[in-house]
């Protein structure tokens, strides 16, 4: 059962604030079998890796601890990315492989990977669907999708679709909305363009418009031509519709008070989470910190949209960070939530609700704060 507790006051003192090969890995629905042996809480790494293998469906597995260097092989590598050339993978291994790996490609590593293959950015971007689709996690439709978000900085974030047996369809993660998250926890100034292995879905077309107001991004899909958000979504309902003249990018950090008694270190990255999370249209901010049996702590701020329904509850932006670095909702031990005392809407519930689903033997700890004077 889940546990959960709750924290309720608030310090009045401030804190400071605190982080085309698409078809390599085209999954047929007629593997269905496969994919929910893959999925089964039964199965052990070493199974899932040899089992996905055979099947050619690259290193996609539900349950697996963090990807370290024994076992993310180079052999696993070539059969995901048959098209880059060994000293790109042998680059990408080290990177995929070195620990606190967050789903991040730094600028200096892109620039590298693109002179050694000889292609632009945007290609490379495409190319590298088959490695973000290793990270789906999509149990319900089997249906992969790998995105790949270019920030501003010139750092490429990978992303991919999470769905989550048990509860709402509606708390899934698109691939853009990954990706995109990834990009928005790193800090991003904004997000110039993002790769994905179909079209986005009008949900995404909405998440993306928050993060872009004007539809400056390109969205690339291999073998058809470059187009710009604007294009895919023509008189887009936006931010300035209801007054907002920016998105959510660049970040704009939120004072907000530490709640009285939490001194924990997953209590305070959560509230670090909080002080990150984009609410302009409720002022209802909130953070999520995940703790694992391991030991590492995963950071989720909620990125509010305008059209309401995408939003991303902090609880799924750190979900996605915890997935990228390679660990799985079975590694949850405890969840920490900081969220606006006295908000009109809270993310209580439906944490509760999804960790119930995902991780039931979790211990909830919910704290409230408000901004610091």
């Known amino acids: 059962m889940l546990r959960c507790s709750r924290v309720s006051a608030v310090d009045g003192e401030g804190a400071e604030a605190v982080p085309g090969a698409a078809e390599t890995l085209s999954l047929k629905l007629e593997r269905k079998g496969t994919m929910a042996k893959a999925f089964s809480k039964g199965m052990d790494r070493r199974s899932a890796l040899a089992t996905l293998g055979f099947a050619g469906l690259g290193l996609v597995g539900m349950r697996w601890p963090p990807m370290h260097a024994d076992d993310f092989k180079a052999d696993a590598l070539s059969k995901v990315l048959p098209q880059f050339s060994a000293k790109s993978r042998e680059q990408l291994?080290?990177?995929?492989?070195?620990?606190?790996?967050?789903?991040?490609?730094?600028?200096?590593?892109?620039?590298?990977?693109?002179?050694?293959?000889?292609?632009?950015?945007?290609t490379l971007m495409v190319e590298l669907l088959p490695l973000a689709r290793t990270y789906a996690r999509p149990p319900i439709s089997n249906y992969l999708v790998g995105a790949v978000a270019r920030g501003s900085s010139g750092a490429l974030y990978l992303g991919a679709n999470i769905e989550l047996p048990g509860h709402s369809l509606g708390f899934s993660v698109h691939g853009e909305q990954f990706a995109l998250s990834n990009a928005y926890m790193h800090s991003e100034q904004g997000v110039t363009a993002i790769a994905v292995t179909a079209a986005p879905c009008g949900h995404c077309r909405q998440f993306m418009i928050e993060v872009s107001p004007a539809g400056d991004i390109e969205v690339l899909i291999a073998g058809s031509p470059a187009v710009k958000l604007s294009t895919l979504l023509p008189m887009a309902f936006g931010p300035k519709d209801l007054g907002f003249k920016d998105g959510a990018l660049p970040v704009k950090e939120v004072n907000l008070a530490r709640p009285k008694g939490a001194s924990d270190e997953l209590t305070l990255a959560a509230l670090d989470a909080a002080r990150k999370s984009y609410a302009p249209y409720t002022k209802a901010h909130s953070g999520v910190a995940i703790g694992t049996a391991a030991g590492h702590i995963y950071k989720g701020a909620y990125i509010e949209n305008v059209a309401f329904n995408p939003s991303l509850s902090p609880?799924?932006?750190?979900?996605?960070?915890?997935?990228?670095?390679?660990?799985?909702?079975?590694?949850?031990?405890?969840?920490?939530?900081?969220?606006?005392?006295?908000?009109?809407?809270?993310?209580?519930?439906?944490?509760?609700?999804?960790?119930?689903?995902?991780?039931?033997?979790?211990?909830?700890?919910?704290?409230?704060?408000?901004?610091?004077?």
């Not at 070195?98 to 990977?113: D, K, Y």
Request: proline share 3%; no cysteine.
């Open 93 to 122: 291994l080290r990177l995929l492989t070195a620990p606190g790996f967050s789903g991040q490609i730094p600028i200096s590593e892109v620039a590298t990977l693109a002179a050694s293959e000889g292609k632009t950015v945007n």
């Open 315 to 373: 609880l799924q932006t750190a979900l996605a960070a915890l997935i990228v670095a390679g660990e799985d909702s079975s590694a949850i031990a405890r969840v920490a939530l900081v969220e606006m005392e006295g908000a009109v809407i809270s993310q209580r519930s439906v944490t509760e609700a999804a960790l119930h689903a995902m991780a039931p033997v979790a211990k909830l700890d919910v704290a409230t704060t408000k901004m610091a004077v």
